[in-house]
């Protein structure tokens, strides 16, 4: 059946709207999973049946669910998901007043911090590098191109020859220890600020830290990071600590920890040296400050928002244009010659596994745990106003609680994605309607009925 065939069948079948209502169900999702069994929700106390659902009762014979893919290239839907999660977690942290977060976390010291790679190599970028003089490959030491923000060798080497693809690759492989050691020389450097032991400080103030990993163009991770600082308190979760700490201690904690942090990397070939990894010297540590709405660069709306942006992103906007970068084909090669290296029981020997991060094993988005809610309790709380409507349609009179829903289920995969090419172009359609629906609903609360009417 041609493609066109396959989207007048899908429209003209009398259970479209079942279809489309389980695509719905999906949030759209670009790549669902199918699934084939049943289940059947039960209220425990009273044994009563409230609902039952059978894949075999679906237009195809088939159910479907979200892929739950974090990326935006595979997977908007899911994406956008993901993303709004990771938002809620990072501001609930960050500004409180919501997600059982009490706002006065927003008062606590708290700073945005960027951390960055060395450089491995002159690169291409919109700037103009100064540097004169060519290398031993008769190439320019600097890009002197000053290339646009769209140009698609902004990030390239500028000599491929001359630059450090293996040094690249082996740090982007160490890059989440480098983060930890990172951690713990924060804590250190933050009791020596404070005048105290580490046990001391460790009494009286904690650090609480949400992560996202970023691609720069030239293929390497860095890191954007709020840092706060909690008391310690036995009975209450997210404490104030004492007047006496301030956020000027914790940015001085901070430059410190950053710049004695450092990771000593095996060779990754035989009688080589050893490497010592460090971060970047280009790194931004600034105090958040507390103010409503996105117009504040570093107010904490703002920068939660541009944290969130980043969990979602992933190596393939690296290359926005599908033609593949060559500089990114020669991380990749760099990423298999190591993971081939000489000793098949060293510490590069599963390097092959990050092919597609090019070395990056790292999760994109990490916190510590008392930073604020989980992204399983977001869902969980999801998944609590789903039974609660539930319970209100089934038992409208009586009053009953998500807890007392038992929902039991067999089902077994069946496949990836839509069943044809019509069906993915029609959930696709779909899709952008909802969103383009969901973004005027959304720009309609930010804007009074009078600046509707003249836009």
């Known amino acids: 059946m041609s493609f066109a065939d396959s989207v ?31 289940s059947s929700t039960v209220h425990q106390p009273t044994g009563e049946l409230l609902a039952e659902y059978a894949s075999v009762d679906q237009p195809d014979g088939v159910a479907f669910a979200r892929c739950g893919n974090r990326r935006a290239s595979r997977c908007e839907s899911c994406s956008h998901e993901y993303k709004g999660d990771t938002w809620h977690m990072i501001m609930a942290g960050a500004a409180g007043g919501m997600k059982d977060v009490p706002a006065d976390v927003a008062t606590h010291p708290m700073v945005f911090l960027t951390l960055t790679a060395p450089s491995f190599g002159a690169v291409h970028s919109t700037g103009l590098d100064r540097r004169r003089g060519e290398c031993e490959h008769g190439m320019p030491r600097g890009c002197r191109c000053a290339h646009g923000a769209d140009d698609s060798q902004r990030g390239d080497a500028v000599c491929s020859d001359c ?5 690249h690759v082996v740090w982007q492989f160490h890059a989440p220890e480098l983060w930890r050691r990172f951690t713990i020389s924060l804590r250190r450097e933050l009791a020596r600020t404070l005048g105290l032991t580490q046990r001391e400080a460790s ?33 209450d979760s997210f404490p104030a600590p004492p007047a006496s700490v301030a956020t000027g201690q914790l940015v001085a904690a901070i430059t410190a920890a950053v710049r004695k942090t450092r990771v000593i990397a095996a060779p990754y070939e035989r009688n080589g040296n050893a490497r010592e990894l460090r971060w970047g010297k280009q790194f931004d540590a600034r105090p958040i400050i507390r103010q409503d709405g996105l117009d504040g660069a570093l107010s904490d709306r703002a920068v939660a928002a541009y944290i969130a942006k980043y969990a979602t992103k992933a190596t393939e906007d690296l290359d926005s244009r599908g033609e593949g970068r060559d500089h990114i084909r020669r991380i990749k090669s760099t990423v298999m010659e190591l993971a081939r290296g000489v000793n098949a029981d060293g510490p590069y020997a599963q390097l092959h596994r990050w092919d597609g991060m090019l070395g990056f094993r790292g ?26 409507a539930l319970l209100a349609k089934a038992k409208p009179n009586e009053a009953a609680e998500p807890d007392e829903i038992l929902v039991i289920g067999s089902w077994a995969y069946a496949g990836m994605g839509w069943l044809s090419d019509g069906d993915k172009a029609l959930a696709t359609e779909a899709a952008s309607a909802a969103r383009e629906w969901r973004n005027d609903r959304a720009r309609d609360r930010r804007t009074t009925p009078n600046e509707r009417g003249t836009s």
Do not use: M
Request: net charge positive; glycine share 8%; charged share 25%.
């Open 8 to 38: 007048a069948h899908r429209l003209r079948r009398r259970d479209f709207d079942r279809w489309l209502n389980g695509v719905a169900s999906t949030g759209y999702c670009h790549n669902p999973v199918r699934l084939v069994g049943s």
């Open 163 to 167: 630059y450090d693809y293996a040094g």
């Open 203 to 235: 009494r009286v103030v904690r650090v609480q830290f949400a992560k996202v990993a970023e691609f720069q163009r030239r293929g390497i991770v860095h890191f954007h990071a709020i840092i706060r600082l909690d008391g310690v308190d036995p009975v």
């Open 363 to 388: 999760h994109f988005s990490t916190k510590s745990r008392r930073y604020s809610v989980t992204l399983g309790s977001l869902r969980g709380a999801r998944r609590a106003w789903r039974l609660r």
